[in-house]
């Protein structure tokens, strides 16, 4: 999978990016209740502007992207300088109040998320084979503190259509994967689109913590 994913972003196969922040974002995340100044985590984030409109709205923002190809446009594609290091395995770039660390996220760990309050998963779980997405929805867990919250957007494709990426997660599997350790909201559900009839679902998820049943 890792290498089908680098395979698009060298050959600019990458028809899933958005050259407007995502709708969704612009709608929900006001909504959340996420303090100005909170530092967002963004797995698998592409090059996606999302994260200059989180920076905008002063987030931090920490993205973490396999392809090194999509952090080098973001980066030639935004404005102001550049600086990098390197850091916990990871080469790292910052511009602005963004920082885009290129290497794996599954070797990302706690030590590096100390600062993480909220978290914005906008095409991370989609992008996932279903062998993946339970080791991912773990793993995000581990990296989260009780009471952080977060902003997912999920997809569906239309009846018989089980191709992908981007794949679908069904709203029974999402809740399997985030209810043991999040809070789960459904806050929004999409008509299908016309001519692919993907239909994108909206979460609001709140990690849970010791003692925490609701």
Not at 41 to 60: A, E, I, N, T
Not at 101 to 121: K, L, T, V
Not at 133 to 142: D, V
Not at 178 to 202: H, K, W
Request: hydrophobic letters at 40%.
């Amino acid at each position: 999978m890792a290498n089908e994913w680098l395979t698009r972003w060298r050959e600019g196969r990458i028809g899933f990016h958005r050259d407007q922040p995502h709708p969704a974002l612009l709608r929900h995340w006001p909504l959340l209740g996420v303090r100005p100044g909170t530092k967002v985590l963004l797995p698998l984030c592409g090059k996606s502007l999302d994260m200059r409109w989180l920076g905008q709205h002063d987030h931090p923002v920490l993205g973490i992207e396999l392809a090194p190809e999509a952090i080098e446009q973001f980066v030639a594609e935004g404005p102001g300088p550049v600086s990098r290091y390197h850091q916990a395995g990871f080469d790292v770039c910052r511009q602005g109040n963004v920082e885009l660390w290129c290497g794996d996220f599954f070797h990302f760990h706690i030590d590096q998320a100390a600062e993480i309050g909220a978290f914005y998963d906008r095409a991370a779980l989609i992008a996932l084979p279903p062998a993946t997405r339970q080791r991912y929805a773990f793993h995000l867990a581990q990296l989260i503190p009780p009471g952080v919250r977060g902003l997912l957007i999920g997809l569906t494709r239309a009846p018989g259509d089980a191709g992908g990426p981007p794949f679908e997660v069904t709203t029974a599997e999402l809740r399997e994967l985030f209810e043991p350790n999040f809070r789960v909201t459904l806050l929004e559900e999409g008509d299908p689109e016309p001519g692919s009839g993907f239909r994108e679902s909206v979460w609001a998820l709140v990690r849970r913590g010791p003692p925490d049943d609701g």
